[in-house]
Structures are given as C-alpha cells and as structure tokens.
C-alpha cells in the first residue's frame, strides 16, 4: 500500500506540471433532494472546493477539442434574444471551453459577449476569462442582457449557479440553459455533478427563485445528435 502511495504521488507530481492529477473518483452522489448532485468532500465532509477545482480543469483540458454547442442552434437564439429583448448591448457564455458561443453570438448579436471558463486555457480563447460561474463580478450585477450555457450540469450547486446568474441579468433579460437528455437521471459523474430530467427542471427553477424568476418556456433545439433523445433551452425570466 505505502508503495503504491508513493508511486501516486510521483505520478502526481509530473502531471501536476501539465495541470492534471489523479483523483479517486468512487464517490457515491446525493440523491436526496429529488435530483442527482455529486459532492466534492474533505475526509471531515466539508467542501472540498479545490478537488471540484481540480477535476474541472483535468476535464476541460481533456475535453478541449470537443464542441457541445451548434452554431446552427446559437443563430435560433440569436434571433429569438432578438425577438424577445431587442438588441443587447452585452452577453455572457458560461463554461465555454474553446470560446465559439460567444464568437457566433456576437456575430449575430453586434454586441460585447464574453465567455467564462474555470481552466487557465482561458487565456488561449478570444475573449474568454479564467472564471468560476458560480461567482459575480460586481460590474455583472443586473447589467447582463443575456446569459447562455450548456454547462450547468457542470456546477456543485445548481440554486447557488442559477441565483448567481440571474442575479446579473438585468429586467428583461433573459437567461437560456441548455439540456439535453444526456443532462438526464444517468448523467452525472464528478466531472457533470448536476443531473434532473428535463420534466424536473421548471420544478426546481421554481423552488430555487423563491418568486424571484421562472420558467419562460421551454424550446426544441433546431439541430441535436441523434444519439440524444431530446436537446432544449430552457428559457428563464425575472419577474
């Protein structure tokens, strides 16, 4: 056992270098709130904010030629934000990895989008910060038109996440999650934390906004993988 210790932290120590780390990944998730959360705990159950950091990272920069997001699906929100708001003047993508949403929605859109990104590969994308979603820049505060992600499965505390995020949109903007089924009740893994069943989530977006937001309406992705049973934006309001 002391051995194969060692032999961890040896391996540890050169892939630490390139940002990467070997992590037990046999935790068990809770499922007691009616929705599927895996938690990131020290040995005396605390939040372990660094492993969720950690396993975020290893994630990204194993994922980074990967692209969830279809241009063909962010051109129908381009124009639906259109539509519904009128012009923006600025966005915000969460959990964008290589950066092309808020590329291909300020090409529609002619307005500031930035995106955000917990990984230091931030820095390689256009217009992308190195950023924890869960968090508010104060200037964000009620001043965003419209807030785009894919990732919220991604987040260690979705009412935490959401209130975050409609902290900062302004009155009338709108906030636009992306699911799928593959965000369903056999999705989650300590990578994708967060899962609930599409029939779930105007539930616990009630229940997360006290009165304070709701569900606007749900929309059918114009293009999904046929491997995917369903694909949706959930649309969300103030009040």
Excluded at 208 to 215: E, F, H, I, S
Aim: glycine share 8%; proline share 4%.
């Amino acid at each position: 056992m002391a051995g194969g210790i060692k032999f961890k932290q040896i391996i540890n120590s050169i892939l630490g270098k390139a940002g990467y780390q070997i992590c037990k990944l046999s935790l068990e998730p809770d499922r007691s709130h009616g929705f599927t959360l895996y938690r990131y705990l020290t040995k005396d159950g605390a939040f372990d904010y660094e492993k969720y950091r950690q396993i975020q990272i290893e994630g990204n920069k194993q994922k980074i030629d990967t692209v969830w997001a279809r241009e063909e699906n962010i051109d129908f929100l381009s124009r639906y934000i259109l539509e519904h708001i009128g012009t923006p003047k600025f966005g915000i993508c969460h959990g964008t990895r290589r950066g092309l949403e808020q590329m291909w929605f300020s090409e529609r859109l002619n307005c500031k989008v930035i995106g955000t990104e917990i990984s230091d590969t931030a820095e390689r994308f256009p217009n992308t910060i190195q950023w924890d979603f869960h968090e508010i820049k104060p200037e964000w505060v009620g001043a965003v038109d419209f807030i785009y992600s894919n990732s919220f499965d991604h987040s260690y505390d979705p009412e935490k996440c959401l209130n975050a995020w409609m902290t900062c949109i302004r009155p009338g903007g709108l906030c636009i999650i992306e699911h799928s089924s593959a965000h369903g009740s056999s999705g989650a893994s300590l990578l994708d934390p967060f899962d609930a069943d599409i029939v779930q989530m105007p539930y616990l977006i009630t229940m997360w906004g006290k009165g304070a937001y709701y569900v606007r309406e749900i929309l059918p992705t114009p293009v999904k993988s046929e491997e995917l049973e369903s694909w949706s934006f959930i649309v969300i309001s103030k009040f």
